[in-house]
């Protein structure tokens, strides 16, 4: 199940290519942030994939494990890179993020382990982003980008030939 920690226990902290997925939680016209707790900075809900996981369903996985809420994605913003990212254990990764919009379904925020704090904010009042790829999918939002949501293919136990 946790792909990332068994992937790094073979080949440590050197730079890889890791993808990750998530959203702009939307309501009232204000974006949820988290303080994170590795870094103590602000950034977007999301996180890293799994092992088979779709960008959709890797997203709303994050989203419910860092919030405790339940969304349904309205958008797709786009794929954006955060170049040089290092984790506070000196793990370095290029990540390749899809980011979307999303609305709250049920439930209200609630921190976990990963977070310190978790807080909407309007466009005036935004906190600086930790990540480049957080600050350009934020430039994309305000920039009125949205796109259908992608048909991606799930895992099939059909072979191809």
């Known amino acids: 199940m946790d792909y990332i920690h068994d992937l790094r226990k073979i080949i ?4 890889i290519i890791l993808n990750c997925a998530g959203a702009l939680i939307i309501r009232d016209d204000k974006i949820l942030f988290q303080r994170r707790a590795d870094n103590g900075k602000w950034g977007l809900i999301g996180g890293l994939l799994e092992m088979n996981e779709t960008y959709e369903e890797a997203a709303l996985r994050e989203i419910r494990e860092e919030t405790g ?5 309205d958008s797709f913003l786009g794929i954006y890179h955060n170049h040089n990212m290092v984790w506070s254990n000196g793990d370095a990764a290029h990540v390749i993020s899809a980011y979307y919009t999303a609305h709250i379904v ?4 609630r921190i976990d382990e ?12 935004m906190p600086a ?5 957080h600050r350009a999918a934020m430039e994309a939002y305000f920039s009125g ?7 991606e293919n799930r895992v099939s136990s059909v072979a191809l030939r």
Do not use: W
């Open 145 to 151: 980008i949205r796109y259908p949501l992608m048909q």
């Open 12 to 15: 440590g902290p050197r730079k």
């Open 106 to 109: 049920s439930g209200e925020p």
């Open 129 to 133: 982003l930790f990540a480049e790829d």
């Open 69 to 73: 809420l339940n969304v349904q994605l």
């Open 114 to 125: 990963e977070s310190y704090e978790l807080k909407f904010f309007g466009k005036e009042e």
